[in-house]
T-cell receptor, first 115, second 112 residues
Framework: GAGVSQSPRYKVAKRGQDVALRCDPI?????LFWYQQALGQGPEFLTY????????KSGLPSDRFFAERPEGSVSTLKIQRTQQEDSAVYLC?????????????FGQGTRLTVV | GDSVTQMEGPVTLSEEACLTI???????????LFWYVQYPGEGLQLLLK?????DKGSNKGFEATYRKETTSFHLEKGSVQVSDSAVYFC???????????FGTGTKLQVIP
């Protein structure tokens, strides 16, 4: 597709369950970001990849959160032992240039609900 | 650290009314400033941006001017349409890569 694709669109997880969220960036985009958007809030930065290198993971809220982009294209955000406070929309964005310069294109997000 | 403060919503306007959504920021150095829009059921889209002081970003009839002296980037439109109903986010990014810091968003509802 032409845009950033995220799957699944919706995920319901039982507390304590592990989840994996997928992001397919626009083909050829070097930079990839993950954001977390709680209900009624703006997105908050989680982590940044330049190709396969994770250059910044300062926004990951705990060591239960892990992200990877092994071949510099598709990325997966994994959350272990989910908690209710993890309920949010997880947004992925990609941009063509390195260092994140240039316009970032966002996916529609994955809405995670932990019950 | 960097932060963005924008007016709380929801904002309800009649079609063809004037719109202003206030946004102020705190950042070190000279950030780039953005307005993003999120239409119902869709992803975030960049609406406009400004990269240096006194720059004016504009798109789809919306405008915002980068005011360094007041650390503001207010969004304006002279005549809103029903199709402008959405959530608007003010945002900034600092030097280096574009890690974006967002405000909390302002929901705009335009009624016919």
């Amino acid at each position: 597709g032409a845009g950033v694709s995220q799957s699944p669109r919706y995920k319901v997880a039982k507390r304590g369950q592990d989840v994996a969220l997928r992001c397919d960036p626009i083909s050829g985009h070097v930079s990839l970001f993950w954001y977390q958007q709680a209900l009624g809030q703006g997105p908050e930065f989680l982590t940044y990849f330049q190709n396969e290198a994770q250059l910044d993971k300062s926004g990951l809220p705990s060591d239960r959160f892990f992200a990877e982009r092994p071949e510099g294209s598709v990325s997966t955000l994994k959350i272990q032992r989910t908690q209710q406070e993890d309920s949010a929309v997880y947004l992925c964005a990609s941009s063509l240039e390195d260092r994140g310069r240039g316009e970032a294109f966002f996916g529609q997000g994955t809405r995670l609900t932990v019950v | 650290g960097d932060s963005v403060t924008q007016m709380e919503g929801p904002v309800t306007l009649s079609e063809e009314a004037c719109l202003t959504i206030n946004c102020t920021y705190t950042a070190t150095g000279y950030p780039s400033l953005f307005w993003y829009v999120q239409y119902p059921g869709e992803g975030l889209q960049l609406l406009l941006k400004a990269t240096k002081a006194d720059d004016k970003g504009s798109n789809k009839g919306f405008e915002a001017t980068y005011r360094k002296e007041t650390t503001s980037f207010h969004l304006e439109k002279g005549s809103v349409q029903v199709s402008d109903s959405a959530v608007y986010f003010c945002a900034l990014s600092g030097r280096g890569y574009q890690k974006v810091t967002f405000g909390t968003g302002t929901k705009l509802q335009v009624i016919p």
